[in-house]
C-alpha cells in the first residue's frame, strides 16, 4: 500500500472487502492517516468488484483506442 501511494499518488477512496488483511489495524490505520477514505463490501461479496473491475476496463480500453 505504501509503493502504491507512493508510486501513483494518494487516492481518494479505497474500496476493499472485509478480508482479514484489510480490517488489520496496521492497513486501517494506514489508509485513514493518510486521509484516505475507506470503503468495505459486506463480508463474502467479494463478487461486487467484479462488476466495477470489468466497467473500468471497457473505460480505460474506450480511452486509449
Known sequence: MEEAIEVHGKPEIINTVQG???TSEVF???VLSNN???SMDGKARTINNV???RRWR???KQAYT
Open 28 to 30: 486501517t490505520h494506514l
Open 58 to 60: 471497457r473505460v480505460n
Open 36 to 38: 484516505i477514505k475507506l
Open 51 to 53: 462488476f466495477i473491475e
Open 20 to 22: 482479514s488483511q484489510f
